[in-house]
């Protein structure tokens, strides 16, 4: 039987499925959903032997469970090991959802629900391609899944979860599906991932709230001075101005980057996409060099004092932000932090107190695209888009897989069809029905260019 | 009878009635206590006609009710009108609360509530004062009270108020609890308020919340942005950078300042009592200029992206703040209203938009000393404190008595009992058991003086 007519056949069963994973709300980042997390391992479990898996186990870490499945058919065959996450991002701010995050729906061809992509729907596409190839005795590599419950919040547990078990792990490459193609038009696969270095700050001015006519003007107020402090993070030609930040940073040759100047990009679109009126981003470099080969800082998160309706006259004792930066290979996230740290402090007057965490990290990541299995995915993406995938260096991150080359030795093809108006991390995340089948699609393919390329 | 026998005979009687009015949640910021406010307002008309007044109304507004009540002697006595506010500041942080808000409760010999002394306390010093001179019939003026209910979100509805009721309102001056005293061991008057200017501000950046990774770097952070333009209204002297914004002020003789400097202050027991290591301020004024006579700038709020537990990698669309100035006298706070738009408007890069509302304003005042209402004042407190009170410029903001003189042409006399270590619009405001009886005593003394000064 063919791919499509299998599709067709059974298009509302996958996505009556697929709905049922996306309503378990699976929020790594809020510790009271933690029932949560176990109920989506399972319904992950219930997935995969239905597909045709011979044995899949809820494993228990320190954090949320990793759901580790399998089908064994030959020693001689390869084996994948296929990754994905089942935790999402937080909801937040829920009055510009036009839909409940975790009722998801259907509406102009795009689901929507929180990890309607990220990465629930891309991890399902696995699922179902497999169930495919079971199903039709075709498939022709060993298969090992792994699917975990904290990438969204830096995935803890699962470095030590690889460590301990490297052999069961064991794999020729992974599989990832958790990143976007640049657009519909111009199909990509992820050649590269920017690093990660996650830092919570707090400053403290006096030790309560005060009334600021009594004492505005004559005490430190921790927002005002919170501002400066962030405002000092950048220079003046948009580089971050922490003294070291860019020592390890490898500048790339004029010919590297002329290459990657050949990559289709129309500022005027990206701009009228965003409704902004100019871009930004530090001196010298493009846009797709910015996102692509450069470092970034952004605050995720600030708050102090009062910030409900209406006014209060108050002068807080505290302001807290949550600032990231974003690396770029040979960066180290850990060497990072500590450079933040020293640097933020410096920044400080003496008028107040400041705290700094370190939350979490990761390396930035290259994919060889010589590799035989990054030729099967663009061949398969090829196939499938209508176009030969553009080679690209995304800026977000996966810090796992830098680990997973770290502590298991093995490489990763990033095979993901994401896109950016899937406003993933956003209000109203959504994945397009026709993007969810050709991903199914393109996975089988990509399984059967594998022994011919 | 002796007014502290009648107090020590009545004292369980008057802080059940306190109590009963502080348990009402009166937030004047939050639309939703809408019905508490009309709630407050009958329970002080109820207090008012028990305490000997000849009538009171409950007179609606556009915003919250206004109190008024009267009791009338002769006209060839002099006339008092009393005014307070009902209405109290917002509670958050809860969590920062050793007792419910509105749930008062007597600790240490202080009552903790919202509004235990700003200023529901402070009223009701006047009403059981009032109720004494009439169960003694020794009440030697005429009296009215005027109670609002929008105090703390700049008396938007009083203005009109008092332009309608000139008749209704006249008198020879107004008297008002609503102040603190430096400290109890340094009993004063204040002789001098600063105004208030209060933005709220919005940075927009992209049209929806961004994935940091996939643009962090090429978009305008509206966060980053807002704290570098906060970190520009003021200047490294920590003076406001915003251009003519000290035009109008005037700058006090070396004498006056002199004067001033002969008012008790430890800087030292200052610092300790808000855990700071060191003061903060315009370069050139002491701590007790910086909050007397100079305006000052304070973020009062500020909020952005994702303000929740654990980490999520969002580039917000929007960035918010609340940003009020300190005021002295002559100076407008709608031409500063109008010169902190144009500046802050100003800073903005073309990367984002930016939208800026004037919430509320009111000018600064200054009390002539030399009015024999406030040499009553004075031997009163002098009496029950044990000391001459300082004439001293408190930095706080109560708008609506520099409008008392514009409108009704009436000075005030500010005769207020607070303390700093109170706690006003903080978790745990407080008022002693000891200063409220005191208060009363102190102005049924005031009364008495009045007729001999």
Redesign the interface.
Known sequence: MEIKTYLAENQNRILDELFELLRIPSI????SYKSEMFRCAEGLKTSLLAAGADKVEVCETEGNPVVFGEKFISKNLPTILVYGHYDV??V??LD?WNSPPFEPQIRDGKIFARGADDDKGQLFIHIKAFEFLCKTNTLNCNIKFMFEGEE???STSLEKFCAENREKLHSDFILVSDT?MLSKEVPSLTAGL?G?C?M?VEVT?????????????????P??I???M?????NSDNKIAIPHFYDDVIELSQEERNEMAKAPFDIEKYKNS?????????KNYS?LE??GI???????????????????????SK????I?M?LVPNQNPDVIAQLFEKYFVSLA?????VQVKY??GGNAYSTPIQMSAYQAASLAVEKTFGKKPVPYK????IPIIATFEKVLGTKTILMGFGL?TD?????NENFPVETFFKGIETIVLFHQYLKEV
Chains 1, 2 share one sequence.
């Open positions: 790594s980042a809020i510790s991002m937080p937040e701010p510009l969204e919040v830096g976007s920017r990660l996650y919570e001015g006096p030790n309560r709230d005060l009334h600021s006519g009594h004492f505005g003007g004559a005490v430190a107020n927002i005002n919170l501002a400066k962030i405002s000092q993070l950048h965003l409704s902004v009126n100019e871009i930004w981003g530090e846009t910015r996102v450069r470092p970034c800082l952004d605050v995720n998160g600030i708050w102090g004092g009062y910030i409900g309706e209406g006014t209060k006259t108050v002068l807080p302001a807290f932000a949550k990231s974003r007057p003496q008028s107040v107190k939350s979490h995304s800026g977000g991150s950016d406003a993933i991390h956003s209000p």
